[in-house]
């Protein structure tokens, strides 16, 4: 015999709570600024270093070091009273021996890796990324998106390499 529901509140609290269980997941939770609390507990997981560098400056800036041992700084970027609505990524790239078509590396960097760009600038590579928060971005994305980063940075390093 089939089972028949008496009632339509019972199905709409058997959907209520089975929607509730997904959105209560804290690892859902959208981050909507740039937090360096958030980037230290990421980077902690990891078993990266992250170090937020205090001192006059405005805005805020994040020091990580990931898995490729190079770090890469996150900078406050578009703030208005203490809150970050983007941050801009950079890593710096040292070579003791430059290409010989250094710009082109960059270029060829640039078309074939993706969303994170470099540039030659004159004695070393700059690995650019920009990351926009509005809207809200899942910390399971960010802690990705990091790693791609490192990634890249490795990557980058690993085609310099004598």
Not at 51 to 66: F, K, M, N, Q
Request: hydrophobic share 40%.
């Amino acid at each position: 015999m089939p089972i028949v529901w008496k009632s339509s509140g019972l199905l709409a609290a058997a959907m209520l709570l089975t929607c509730g269980t997904a959105s209560a997941d804290p690892g859902a939770a959208l981050i909507d600024r740039f937090d360096p609390a958030v980037l230290t507990a990421i980077a902690s997981e990891k078993g990266w270093t992250a170090e937020t560098l205090d001192g006059a400056s405005d805005p805020i800036r994040v020091r990580l070091t990931g898995s490729s041992g190079i770090s890469f700084l996150l900078q406050g970027h578009a703030c208005e009273t203490g809150t970050c609505r983007q941050a801009l990524v950079r890593a710096h790239i040292v070579t003791d021996t430059p290409p010989d078509a250094p710009h082109e590396m960059a270029d060829y960097w640039n078309s074939n890796s993706g969303p994170v760009s470099a540039a030659w600038t004159g004695k070393d590579y700059t690995l650019n990324y920009h990351i926009i928060f509005t809207g809200g971005i899942t910390r399971a994305n960010l802690s990705a998106l990091l790693d791609q980063i490192d990634s890249n940075t490795n990557s980058l390093r690993w085609l310099l390499a004598p």
